[in-house]
Structures are given as structure tokens and as C-alpha cells.
């Protein structure tokens, strides 16, 4: 109970304190997408034993190559990121890309509904655990200023289906470099995510 008292007071702090930018997943399953920006460094917390410290650089605007590294109770998983763009999106189609996940491979297409919706469809091994589709929301896709001193951060609303488990989160942008992310894996753990861009 402490715990959880903690990480919800962390939260708050994070929320009144940093700002942030949507990346290039949802909750834990990949899209089609490439960050803007040169790359990122990111670190999660998965539930009471679970830590995630990742970097991607993009390489170009299809390329991006990066390592990722997984603390569990009882060892340390370093791994490989990976993602290229083989199809850019258009009108009629969805942008497609296949990636390595540590040892992982995936392909997924990914692809705006419109309406801010934007809907994703993948297939994976290992932890990805075979089909895997989600969405999310743009609520505000800008960052509104009022003038007078504050301002709604951009919010991108997450939900993916993926090993039989229903996952979501909410990211929010409150500046340009930084993201946070919270959310529940499972419906059961609680995610918590920062990210800074470059």
C-alpha cells in the first residue's frame, strides 16, 4: 500500500513538473511510427519488479537503431531496438514497418482514422506473443497557451490488445523535449514512463 502511495505521489509531482512527447509505441506494443527528432532515451517502471532503460537514435526518416536494457528482481536483459519503415503512409494506405524488439521481430502497419484516431495492427513473437492491435487519441493535438501563464499539454490517450491482455495508458506532452507516461499493463501493473527526446 505504501508503495502504491508512493508511486501515485511520484506521479502527481511528474505531472505538475515535466513535460512530454509521444514516442514510437503504445503502452508496450510497437507501430509504424518513427519519433520526431533525432532520438530518445526513456525509463519505465513495469509493476513492483520490472525496469526498462531504452535509447533510439533515427538513423533517417525510415531507420531508427537502438539497445534497450531489462532489470528484473533477479538479472539484467540488455537487448537490441530496430525499426524500419518499409511503406509510408498515404491516404489509401498504412504505413508498415517491421523492427527487432530485444530478440523480438515484428511487423506492424499503422494508420490515421481520422477524427485524431490513429489505429495500429502488428504481428510478433516472444513478448509480443503474436497478434497485437491498438489505437490511440490525440485529444489536443497542440499545446494550447492561454496567455496567461498555463496551458493544456498535448494528451495522446493509448489502448492495445496484446497476449490476451488489454493494456492503456495516457502520455502527455508538457514541453517540447520531455513525455511521461502512465497507464496499467494488463489492467493489473501500473506503468510509469519518462522520456526525453533530442
Known amino acids: 500500500m505504501r508503495r502504491r502511495v508512493f508511486l501515485l505521489s511520484l506521479v502527481f509531482l511528474l505531472l505538475i513538473n515535466v513535460n512530454l512527447l509521444a514516442l514510437d509505441k ?3 506494443a510497437p507501430t509504424a511510427d518513427l519519433m520526431g527528432g533525432k532520438g530518445f532515451i526513456s525509463g519505465e517502471i513495469i509493476g513492483s519488479s520490472r525496469r526498462q532503460v531504452s535509447g533510439l537514435y533515427n538513423i533517417s526518416s525510415s531507420l531508427a537503431l537502438g539497445g534497450t536494457i531489462h532489470f528484473n528482481r533477479h538479472n539484467t536483459e540488455p537487448g537490441i ?3 524500419l519503415i518499409i511503406v509510408q503512409e ?3 494506405q498504412p504505413a508498415v514497418a517491421i523492427g527487432l524488439q530485444k530478440e523480438d521481430l515484428y511487423i506492424v502497419a499503422s494508420k490515421n482514422l481520422g477524427l485524431g484516431f490513429r489505429g495500429h495492427f502488428g504481428f510478433g513473437n516472444g513478448e509480443l506473443g503474436g497478434l497485437f492491435i491498438g489505437f490511440n487519441k490525440f485529444l489536443n493535438p497542440v499545446s494550447i497557451n492561454s496567455g496567461t501563464g498555463s ?3 498535448i494528451i495522446n490517450l493509448k489502448g492495445e490488445y496484446k497476449n490476451s491482455e488489454v493494456s492503456f495508458a495516457v502520455q502527455m506532452n508538457l514541453q517540447e523535449n520531455m513525455k511521461v507516461d502512465i497507464g496499467f499493463v494488463g ?6 514512463g519518462l522520456g526525453y527526446l533530442f
Open 151 to 153: 496551458s493544456l499539454p
Open 90 to 92: 498515404d491516404e489509401v
Open 26 to 28: 503504445l503502452v508496450l
Open 81 to 83: 531496438l530496430a525499426k
Open 187 to 192: 489492467l493489473e501493473e501500473i506503468k510509469l
